[in-house]
């Protein structure tokens, strides 16, 4: 039998325990209650100053652009946080590369573009660069776009940037000036806002001008912020250019490509493994030039040689090769072929008797040098240097052209050099066609951007030519067309604001 004083203790130490357990649990729920208090206080200040910023956004707009001297917001109740302008914090900056057919680059604009933001532990809602992000430890997202408008091939950027520091907290109101005039950045005929002139060439060579319209190189907007990853996410679904990001140094990148026709060129430059691209070719019929002069280095002559270009897109492969036979020829060969690889339709033309010293194409006696003349867009649809729709052997070319050409052959861009038009190889179809025709069809298939390449080569024991590659020049010139692809116009306009919380 258990003694009274041993059932007296265990009363004693199950009302301790008892205690302690309620204890326990009501400082857990008031701990938890607390914190999510703290927790739903925190989000809706943070809504708040997102919804302020937004409204702020705008207004600072009006200022900025200079429809208003000044404007205040209220930002409202910071709650456990603050409010925080600084001048320093992020950039922006806007270089044209390749801007004049060479490696140079111009840096054509380079300044902070500041912030005004909202701070509460690991949550920031920041005003930048015209536009309203949000940051949650390392990530970052966009709430409102900023003043970065690309339609078409145009890119019209007024930045924003605030010029000043502060900060403030309890209930706070922001007040807005504008800092300085409105500049023009690009287009701009003067260098009175300090920009950096580089003496590769037009159009920056001059010392005197940023104009429009671009034609080469590309136009890459680089913007260093704790928002990257918020620029970044606006420049994929707001642009179609080619979008990076560097997470070290927290920098989103988008590259806008301008049109470019090519225009002159070297065969160096297409030949072997280098190749020019073309971009931003109009629809339809817009090849205007496509000619080549190959010439000849150390007295060589072209005895059994084989040049000429091809390229690829898609499915569409085009290729044209001129042969200089061996010995002592009268005539020269020109032959072009076509295959869609998708379908496996191939056309082939020839002309294997055109007189060797004139016409568009041609070979030229310098008295040194032998130039190799090869003029596809001489002419027109209807006169000029015409080929024939058969089979024929292609000798020395890039692609293989075994097989047989189709029964026909439609051309059907609508209005363009007289086509729909069909031609074939049973007796009594049309087969004869210029190579104005044939060249502006076939590169019309390429599309908008595609690759440009040149091969040359001697067959079976000829001698051959040894082409002096910076001699050789050609030109390769169509129609840009406008697009969301390609930027062709810039506007950049520099708009600062001083912001003074209180």
Known sequence: MMPSDRRGQSNVVGVVLLLGITILGTGVVVGLGAQAYEDTERTATVSQAEQSLTQFDSRAAVVALGES????????????????????????????????????????????????????????????????????????????????????????????????????????????????????????????????????GAPYGDGTTYA??????????????????????????????????????????????????????????????????????????????????????????FNNHYAGFYTERGPHRFEYVVHVPQGNPSTLELRMFYRNTETGEQHEWVNDSMPIDSGPVRLVDTGGDTHLVVDLTAGSATNGLNLTYRDTTAGESYYD?????????????????????????????????????????????????????????????????????????????YESGAGGTYITYLHVTENGIEVELE
């Not at 190189?217 to 642009?239: I, K, L, M």
């Not at 026909?408 to 049973?426: K, V």
């Not at 069809?441 to 030519?465: C, K, Q, V, W």
């Open 212 to 301: 429009n319209p671009i034609t080469s190189g590309n136009v890459t907007v680089t913007v260093q912020s704790r928002f990257y990853e918020g620029w970044a996410e606006f420049f994929r679904t707001r642009t179609s250019g080619e979008v990076s990001v560097d997470h070290d140094r927290e920098l989103a990148n988008v590259k806008l490509v301008t049109t470019d026709t090519i225009g002159e060129f070297d065969l160096g430059e297409v030949i072997d493994d280098n190749e020019l691209t073309a971009r931003g070719q109009a629809p339809g019929h817009s090849l205007s030039r496509f000619n080549m002069t190959f010439v000849s280095g150390g007295g060589n002559d």
């Open 401 to 477: 052209w075994s097989g047989s050409p189709d029964g026909t052959a439609t051309f059907g861009h609508s209005g363009s050099d007289g086509e729909p038009i069909t031609f074939g190889t049973a007796a009594g179809d049309r087969d004869e066609a210029t190579t104005y025709l044939l060249a502006r069809h076939y590169i019309a298939l390429m599309g908008d951007e595609f690759p440009l390449n040149a091969r040359s080569s001697t067959g079976g024991n000829g001698n051959g030519a040894q082409l002096d590659l910076d001699a050789s020049r050609g030109t390769f010139d």
């Open 69 to 200: 001297v000044s404007q205040r917001v209220d930002l409202g109740s910071t709650g456990g946080g603050e409010f925080v302008s600084e001048r320093d914090s992020g950039w922006i900056r806007i270089v044209h590369s390749n801007a004049t057919g060479s490696s140079e680059n111009e840096t054509i604009y380079n300044a902070s573009l500041g912030s005004v933001s909202y701070r509460n532990g690991d949550v920031e809602v920041g005003y930048q660069g015209g536009g309203v992000w949000e940051r949650r430890g390392n990530g970052s997202t966009m709430r409102s776009p900023p003043e970065f408008n690309y339609r078409g091939a145009t890119l019209t950027l007024p930045v924003i940037r605030v010029t000043s520091d502060d900060q403030a907290s309890g209930r706070v109101s922001a007040i807005v000036r504008q800092s300085s005039d409105s500049r023009r950045v690009y287009p701009n005929d003067s260098t009175d806002g300090g920009e950096t002139w580089d003496d590769a």
